[in-house]
């Protein structure tokens, strides 16, 4: 029993409650303000009526002031509602005024009820009537102005008509009666209208309020995939779909517009073997960092996104003059260059940059990119790192290195390949102790080509394969003919030792020739051995098992030397040229040889200096404790026919050396 009153009393305070929907508030109010001047308008106009009817029948206090007070307040409250009107509240103040509201309407009702009650008295039949048809036709109106607020609605009905029936029931008036029992179904049916009419409009601002809901959050899913769709997870930068689709924008306004260009690739040396050597999940910081660093650069005239594993694609804007995209490289390789504080420890990395500007190297995205990346290709294949900016020079070469390659694939390019052979001298013996031998082409259409070009050319395309296989066997047909303690050292080139099958043809031609194999040696460059460290160990790996030795090429020129040279099986190092150049008047490079020579003492390793062109430099190397060397000081390259000769006499050059 208890609990069923309960409920009655729940669901009618619920009724009467002000909502708890902030929305529902909000409209609630909305829909009530624009009544408001209706309202209190029909109030003013049917009292000053009733107060006209009144007049010198009732007391003045009752016709005239007390009428005059309510509407007065009445108007007070239309001109707070026009100054009011435009002002923005906040969800909570709007809680507050409804609270508000609901307290006037009741007091209003109750205070025009009483008044109008007041003057009954007073009139004649006519009068009477009218009071009662006053405060039923006036709480009618009021009501449905009300009818957005149920409670203010309900309460209202109730305040006006309970007194309003009780007093016309009472008056034993058979007129009055009808219209208290008439205004009572009235007000019933009403009622029944509000609370339908009531819910229906709850209910429209539910669905509407979930709706803006569906909506907001349809919006946010799609902001979300579109950012999925461009950004790269990892760095936060644009991705490679977004680059590109940025790339078209950007050559859409270069035209239009006239505005300049540019498209930009970053690659970061050394990237591949810290990834390899220290995991995936210190690469993965590695690039989080670089990303932050390149966005850290980004403005409107430059953007960065992640177009590839350690490849970065920029995109420059308005002026992309020579020197002030010189000026934006060199802060990206300053940024990217300073060493990475990772909670796994610090690494080092340096950024090679090649840039392609609209129109000059192209006017596609394809074309640009194309451009861009042989640039980066330029820059790296000089191995300086650093910037290129494709121009003229690279367009002769891309010519030129397609002429090579149509020459390199002619059928008797085997015959027009030799070998040559430098020496590599023991000072301490003063004795040739072996042969390197450098690959010489005389082409019939191109004439002599450097090596370091048609290397280039033939690394890119398969032709390497066959090459290296012609090289290697007349390098070692003529070995097998020299005595046997002279060696004889081979440059392998990045592709040969890229793969388990790439070496087995190394092996294979190794064999055949018959030379023991402890007199050969191969030669493979850092940027070979980087780019895939656990591989390279496996290829070298097999290399060792045949007996044959393995040198680190033109060491110093490499990013990251040190840190995996003892994980590689290498037994020597060949110091690159660089470092000679300058070794007799400069102590840096002096105190760089110092140390790799140390280094090669301490892991048991030989060290060959090379490029050694004149006896001073030889006198300061032999004095940092260097013994192997090899040089135009000590030898050119010589055609193979020459080497026995040279062997015999044994051309150790005649200026005096140091003593050990
Ligand atoms: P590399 O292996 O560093 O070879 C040494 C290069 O330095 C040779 O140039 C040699 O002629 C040159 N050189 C020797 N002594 C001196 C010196 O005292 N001063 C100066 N300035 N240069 C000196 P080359 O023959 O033009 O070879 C260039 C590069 O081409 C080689 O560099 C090597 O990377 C590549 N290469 C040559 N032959 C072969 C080969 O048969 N196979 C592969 N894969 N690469 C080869
Ligand atoms: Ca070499
Ligand atoms: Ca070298």
């Known amino acids: ?124 039949a006519y009068a009477k009537c009218h009071v009662a048809f006053y405060i039923s036709i006036t709480v009618i109106g009021c009501i449905f102005c009300l009818m957005h607020m149920r409670t203010a609605a309900l309460s209202m009905t109730f305040i006006v008509l309970t007194p309003f029936v009780v007093f016309f029931l009472a008056s034993q008036n058979a007129v009055l009666i009808a219209i208290a029992i008439n205004m009572m179904l009235v007000a019933a049916v009403m009622v029944v209208v509000l609370l339908i009419y009531y819910r229906d409009f709850a209910d429209l601002i539910e669905s509407q309020r979930s709706l803006l809901i569906k909506h907001a959050e349809t919006e946010r899913l799609s902001a979300e995939n579109f950012q999925l769709a461009n950004l790269d997870t990892l760095t936060r930068l644009p991705n490679r779909r977004r680059f590109f689709s940025d790339l078209d924008e950007l050559l859409l306004t270069a035209r239009e517009a006239k505005q300049g260009a540019a498209l930009g690739v970053v690659d970061l040396n050394g990237f591949k073997a810290i990834n390899d050597l220290y995991g995936h999940h210190f690469g993965d910081r590695l690039l989080e960092e670089v990303g932050r660093r390149l966005a850290i650069l980004s403005s409107p005239c430059m953007s960065a996104a992640r177009v590839g594993g350690d490849e970065f694609g920029l995109l420059f804007r308005g002026d992309v003059s020579e020197a002030r995209l010189l000026e934006l490289s060199d802060a990206i390789c300053a940024l990217l260059e300073r060493p990475y504080e990772l909670a796994e420890g610090t690494a080092r990395l340096s950024a090679s940059l ?38 003229s020079e690279h367009e002769t070469q891309i010519k030129r290195h397609a002429e090579i390659e149509q020459a390199l694939k002619r059928p008797d390019f085997g015959h027009e390949v030799s070998v040559f052979f430098q020496p590599i001298f023991d000072v301490s013996s003063r004795r040739i102790v072996a042969f390197e031998a450098l690959a010489r082409w005389d082409s019939p259409t191109l004439g002599a080509i450097s090596p370091a070009d048609f290397f280039v050319v033939a690394e890119r395309t398969d032709l390497i394969y066959p090459l290296t296989d012609v090289l290697l066997r007349k390098a070692l047909e003529a070995a097998a003919t020299w005595p046997s303690q002279v060696g004889i050292s081979f440059n392998l080139s990045a592709r040969d030792v890229s793969s388990a099958e790439a070496v087995d043809r190394v092996i294979r031609t190794a064999l055949a020739s018959g030379v023991a194999p402890n007199r050969i040696n191969f030669e493979v460059t850092e940027t070979a051995l980087i780019q895939n460290v656990s591989c390279a160990q496996e290829t070298l790996g097999a290399l060792k098992k045949l007996g044959v030795q393995v040198s680190l090429d033109d060491f110093g020129t490499g990013y990251s030397s040190l840190s995996y040279v003892h994980r590689l ?72 026919a020459d080497v026995l000769d040279a062997i015999a006499t044994n051309g150790f050059p005649s200026e005096t050396l140091l003593p050990n």
């Open 354 to 391: 090649g840039i392609a500007v609209f129109p000059d190297a192209g006017t596609t995205a394809v074309e640009l990119s194309e451009r861009a990346d042989y640039a980066l290709l330029f820059v790296k294949d000089r191995r300086r790192g650093g910037v290129a900016i494709f121009s």
């Open 1 to 124: 029993m208890i609990r069923k009153k309960l409920r009655y009393f729940k669901a009618i305070s619920s009724i009467l409650a002000v909502p708890s929907s902030a929305e529902l508030s909000r409209s609630q109010f909305e829909a009530f303000s624009r009544q408001i001047p209706l309202l209190y308008g029909l109030l003013i106009i049917n009292t000053v009526a009733v107060a006209y009817t009144h007049f010198r029948v009732a007391p003045n206090w009752l016709s005239i002031y007390a009428p005059f007070a309510l509407c007065s307040v009445c108007g007070a409250r239309v001109i707070l509602w026009l100054r009011a009107r435009k002002i923005e509240l906040s969800d909570v103040a709007i809680t507050k005024r409804l609270r508000s509201t609901l307290q006037l309407v009741v007091l209003l009702g109750a205070v025009f009820t009483a008044w109008g009650l007041l003057l009954y008295p007073f009139g004649d």
């Open 569 to 640: 099986p290498i037994d020597k190092l060949k110091v690159d040229r660089s470092f000679v150049a300058d070794i007799a008047g400069d102590p840096v490079a002096r105190a760089v040889v110092k140390s790799i020579v140390d280094l090669c003492k301490n892991l048991g390793l030989a060290c060959i200096i090379e490029g050694v062109e004149t006896a001073s430099q030889a006198n300061v190397l032999r004095g940092l404790g260097c013994t192997l060397m090899q040089g135009y000081f000590f030898g050119r390259p010589i055609a193979g």
